[in-house]
């Protein structure tokens, strides 16, 4: 009896459609990441865009301007022109200073939500860069 031979026919198809597959991943895989990142790049700007809108929603200005009220009522307080009953709660010395303290920490979060929100959209842009890079490299 002659020695048995090693049926090539069925290693040579193991390896073709091994190496198919290995193929198909890795480009699935590469799809799957570029797709990842460009929905992390939409999600990063539609943030960015809404603390955008939130922050020139928000006037700087109405601080220094409550605060200029506030410095006033307290000068004809000092100058004998008011007495503290004649002011309306509303513009009452304690309730000045609890909306000027209010608003400054609103702007304070939106200022801090709109910062990383942008570096949020710079860290997805650097992902969808290099995974460009890579698909590139991949299919060259």
Known sequence: MGMLSIPTDNIYKFLAISGLMLVLGSSAGFLYFFNYTEEMIST???ASAKADIELSS???NEVRHLQEL????????FDGVLKPEDIPSFFALENLDKRIETYSKKMKAVRISFAEAKEAEKRASRYARD????MALFFC
């Open 131 to 134: 995974a460009k890079q890579a």
């Open 58 to 60: 928000l006037d700087s």
């Open 44 to 46: 990063a700007s539609l």
């Open 70 to 77: 506030r410095k006033k009522i307290m000068e004809a307080q």
